[in-house]
């Protein structure tokens, strides 16, 4: 089962096969109940640069400084969630949701 904030390599092909090539890290960020009714999940990208936009969010993952990069969301297919490679940590989801909050609010 998909959760929020579980982190995913998806598949970027033009057409999802069972080998991809062309793979990226990114966070689900997409609520659970969504993601248990849905054959579609909202993503952001993890990145390892960051372009100190106040819409990317620094992370601590896989023992290194990452960003999540909430101005760049993407509504993806399950099928393209290639394979789990974690999930944020409770700092990295309370900071992401905080920005979250702030970019969708008036």
């Not at 969010?57 to 290639?82: G, H, K, M, Y």
């Amino acid at each position: 089962m998909v959760n929020r904030f579980d982190v995913y390599l998806i598949n970027l092909d033009e057409r999802p096969s069972n080998d991809p090539k062309n793979t990226r890290p990114a966070v689900v960020i997409s609520p659970d109940e969504l993601n248990r009714n849905v054959d579609t999940v909202i993503i952001a990208p993890l990145a390892s640069t960051n372009a100190l936009y106040p819409t990317r969010v620094a992370v601590n993952f896989l023992n290194s400084e990452r960003f999540v990069i909430l101005d760049q969301l993407r509504t993806v297919d399950s099928s393209r969630l290639a394979k789990k490679i974690g999930t944020l940590d409770a700092a990295g989801k309370a900071n992401s949701l905080k920005v979250l909050s702030e970019l969708f609010s008036e």
